[in-house]
């Protein structure tokens, strides 16, 4: 479905991390993970590129996405959006989707990947799902972790959803994880992981290491779903 809309709301999710919220049709419909395709006008020519929707389907009074700001050029036209601005955004796209189908999922996110598993976490968490989930969750420091009041409160209210942070670059009253996630961290966050399936989203690189890591542990390849990007 292609549509225009306005931006509804801009949020500050850290020092260089933006959520941009638009007006969302009522006849508009998606799954928790997918993405969007968003067309602004940049020096009077259209220019298109994708985002993954941070926004989960039970938010009905908007459709949302996060995005790193890189400077890049769209980067920099996102930025310049003020509310009321006209877009345009062709969605819903990807199979990278969550509609309560497993009994267990683990979600393995690296940076700005947060997005989807955000909408997943949302998701589960609106419609009070018995799906045990797991989000394993890394960042280089403190100040790049996205959503992480949300997070945090989801948590609390959800019992079935569990939050493990681990940062690259921590200071030294950190108490969480430290370094890029590893095998012993899912094999003691997640006894049952065999049993479970899962979500990963990230930087290529991060993406294809997850993998690797996941199939020397043993889980079987279709129980891995994958959904890399890179900043724009």
């Avoid at 940062?167 to 590893?182: F, Q, R, S």
């Amino acid at each position: 479905m292609m549509f225009e809309t306005e931006v509804k709301q801009i949020i500050k999710r850290t020092y260089n991390v933006k959520s941009f919220r638009f007006n969302r049709s009522q006849s508009f419909n998606y799954k928790a993970g997918q993405f969007m395709f968003l067309t602004l006008n940049i020096k009077g020519e259209e220019a298109k590129k994708p985002f993954s929707i941070s926004s989960s389907p039970t938010e009905k009074e908007f459709i949302e996405f996060t995005k790193k700001l890189t400077g890049h050029e769209f980067s920099n036209a996102l930025e310049s959006l003020e509310v009321g601005d006209r877009v345009k955004i062709d969605a819903p796209y990807g199979n990278f989707i969550f509609e309560g189908q497993y009994d267990g999922i683990v979600l393995l996110s690296g940076g700005i990947g947060i997005t989807p598993l955000r909408s997943i976490c949302r998701y589960c968490s609106d419609l009070k799902l018995a799906t045990k989930i797991t989000l394993i969750y890394g960042n280089h420091t403190e100040a790049d972790i996205a959503f992480r009041e949300e997070l945090g409160e989801m948590q609390q209210k959800n019992p079935n959803l569990k939050v493990i942070l681990t940062l690259d670059e921590p200071k030294e009253k950190w108490v969480g994880y430290k370094g890029v996630i590893t095998g012993e961290m899912v094999n003691k966050e997640v006894p049952d992981y065999l049993n479970r399936v899962f979500y990963i989203c990230g930087p290529s690189i991060m993406v294809n290491a997850m993998e690797d890591l996941l199939l020397k542990l043993n889980v079987d390849s279709t129980k891995i779903k994958k959904e890399s990007f890179q900043g724009y």
